[in-house]
T-cell receptor
Framework: GAGVSQSPRYKVAKRGQDVALRCDPI?????LFWYQQALGQGPEFLTY????????KSGLPSDRFFAERPEGSVSTLKIQRTQQEDSAVYLC???????????????FGPGTRLTVT | GQQVMQIPQYQHVQEGEDFTTYCNSS?????IQWYKQRPGGHPVFLIQ?????EVKKQKRLTFQFGEAKKNSSLHITATQTTDVGTYFC??????????FGAGTILRVKS
């Protein structure tokens, strides 16, 4: 079946531009996560949705970062007034939760590589 | 927040040699997950460990969770070129968010 998809796969933005990154999770997955992965580092948590509710946004680095999931499926991560330090790969992941689920495996998308020049 | 430290940062082995990466925490971990990320790829789930002293095997991969639940290891027997990639441990915290270690990069020389 289809996995998590993300678009665009690559984005080059000039400093100060706004960008929007899209994530299509696996159908039926309630939980959706955004992570930021700098070169040579592990992914770092940004934010988490359960259905349309944003339950945790503690990892968003500044108020320039905003995420939404209005209908509980597709999610968009928006970065306003991009800075060079925002250059990274942005990974989206989804997982299944519910009664009887004991292994909270997260399925990652291919990521969007953002380069801010 | 919780931090998991991973060592070594990098390992280059001859094909057929064994490989081990270690994940350590100063506080008790509620669980540990392991992921593999191929060069240019995305993290792919390998396993979840929850119980103290737990050992799980997947073909040539052996995963352990320490008795005190403060460390974990991944051991690969007789590495192959297909094992190349970065191996991450991660703790799943409240709300199911993952806190990743920095990863161990494995290179295999054939």
């Amino acid at each position: 079946g289809a996995g998590v998809s993300q678009s665009p796969r690559y984005k080059v933005a000039k400093r100060g531009q706004d960008v929007a990154l899209r994530c299509d999770p696996i159908s039926g997955h309630v939980s959706l996560f955004w992570y930021q992965q700098a070169l040579g580092q592990g992914p770092e948590f940004l934010t988490y949705f359960q259905n349309e509710a944003q339950l945790d946004k503690s990892g968003l680095p500044s108020d320039r970062f905003f995420a939404e999931r209005p209908e509980g499926s597709v999610s968009t991560l928006k970065i306003q007034r991009t800075q060079q330090e925002d250059s990274a790969v942005y990974l989206c992941a989804s997982s299944l939760v519910g009664p009887g689920v004991r292994i909270y495996e997260q399925y990652f998308g291919p990521g969007t590589r953002l380069t801010v020049t | 927040g919780q931090q998991v430290m991973q060592i070594p940062q990098y390992q280059h082995v001859q094909e057929g040699e064994d490989f081990t990466t270690y994940c350590n925490s100063s506080t008790t971990l509620s669980n540990i997950q392991w992921y593999k990320q191929r060069p240019g790829g995305h993290p792919v789930f390998l396993i979840q460990l929850v119980k103290s002293g737990e050992v799980k095997k997947q073909k040539r991969l052996t995963f352990q969770f320490g008795e005190a639940k403060k460390n974990s290891s991944l051991h690969i027997t007789a590495t192959q070129t297909t094992d190349v990639g970065t191996y991450f441990c991660a703790e799943m915290e409240y709300g199911n968010k993952l806190v990743f270690g920095a990863g161990t990069i494995l290179r295999v020389k054939s």
